[in-house]
């Protein structure tokens, strides 16, 4: 899929708990009663709850008690899991960074470039050019396992026009269709656990939506947004139960940000509703979780192209809650925690990585609020 000029543009409230320590914890034999149901079920790495005295709703000692040996902190553990990132074609987009955040948690890598940019960005890795953007925390290298010709806008090979077949720039590859893709895959590596869209395009994105064209509007809604319907397809039936799938979305979904055209606004707002239908249907058929990220502007080369990338970061950076640089970095570990499982309760949901700028209202540096 052609990394557009939105790719790179893609712009948890804790429940309050109520304790009841008083009705379950007044006596020994409350507790006595509760321990052995829990060892029934096997909950062997819950927290146990150990008391010198008998339990009081004044008197309370409570202590949580690791397994010997194991880890401090709470890890995000990917270790075992392989990953499928479609929309990877150079080192400075948030593709790239989910990559890295996944890699780091131990999954092993593999993507899906846009057919067009594949000779030069397996060229830039065989020659050491994204070495240092490859560094992980630990030191080592991001290793990317295998890279897969791919452009999302075509399911099947049927569906591919004859100009395109003849392209020279889809000349040598083979086997790239969304179809094609998720069978090769599932012939080098029988499943995966993760999938990630990270994908969009919009060949109009300059033009007010008034002046958009019914073949721009709907080549931006089957890049940017059908193609993540149609990957989960393909993909599906080859992920693990209890796998996630994610993708990347835009505050234009749901705000009017002028300039963002093209039809690009829609495609991102069909992207938010798929995935609360997706997460349903893809939980119900093989349990998989089905997110979308709200990220903030990134200066990425592709977002480079919507021609006002640099006037938004600077937007965000003055208005939003945390006034700091958003980094793709931290969109990148939203991912690992979102396709952990940590976050195994969690489907069907926009989650907002652009330091609080949805929550505002208002332009605080506007001069009438002055």
């Not at 931006?220 to 149609?230: L, N, P, T």
């Not at 080369?301 to 600077?314: C, L, P, V």
């Not at 989650?351 to 002055?370: F, Q, R």
Request: charged share 20%; hydrophobic share 45%.
């Amino acid at each position: 899929m052609a990394p557009c000029a939105t790719a790179g543009a893609q712009m948890l409230a804790a429940r309050p708990c109520v304790s009841a320590s008083q009705s379950m914890l007044a006596s020994r034999a409350a507790v006595s009663r509760i321990s052995p149901a829990l060892g029934a079920s096997g909950f062997a790495s819950c927290p146990r709850i150990s008391y010198s005295r008998p339990l009081t709703s004044s008197n309370i000692a409570v202590r949580a008690v690791s397994g010997e040996g194991a880890p401090q902190g709470l890890p995000i553990d990917l270790r075992g899991k392989k990953a499928f990132i479609a929309g990877v074609a150079d080192d400075n987009g948030y593709g790239w960074a989910i990559a890295k955040a996944l890699a780091a948690a131990g999954a092993e890598i593999l993507v899906g470039t846009w057919v067009p940019a594949l000779n030069i960005f397996e060229t830039s890795l065989r020659r050491g050019k994204f070495d240092e953007s490859r560094k992980l925390p630990d030191g080592s290298l991001m290793e990317i396992v295998k890279v897969y010709p791919l452009d999302a806008v075509y399911d099947c090979p049927e569906d591919v026009p004859e100009d395109v077949k003849t392209n020279k720039r889809y000349a040598g590859s083979s086997n790239w269709t969304v179809k094609e893709a998720a069978e090769a895959v599932k012939k080098d590596f029988g499943s995966i656990d993760i999938l990630v869209h990270s994908l969009a395009n919009g060949p109009e994105v300059t033009k007010p939506l008034l002046e958009t064209s019914r073949s721009g509007y709907l080549a931006a809604m089957s890049a940017s947004s059908y193609s993540f319907i149609s990957l989960l397809q393909h993909f599906v039936p080859i992920m693990n139960p209890g796998g996630a799938s994610i993708s990347l979305t835009y505050i234009a979904s749901e705000r009017t940000i002028p300039g963002y055209g093209g039809g690009m606004s829609s495609a991102k707002a069909a992207l938010e509703s798929d995935t609360r239908v997706l997460a349903f249907e893809a939980g119900r058929k093989g349990k998989i979780r089905v997110n979308t990220i709200s990220a903030g502007p990134l200066g990425s080369r592709a977002a480079k192209a919507i021609g006002f990338i640099e006037k938004m970061i600077e937007y965000s950076y003055v208005n939003a809650p945390l006034q700091k640089e958003l980094l793709a970095d931290e969109v990148g570990n939203a991912a690992a925690f979102l396709v952990s499982p940590l976050a195994s309760a969690i489907t069907g949901s926009t989650v907002y990585v652009d330091n609080g700028l949805n929550t505002m209202a208002v332009a605080i540096d506007s001069p009438s609020v002055a």
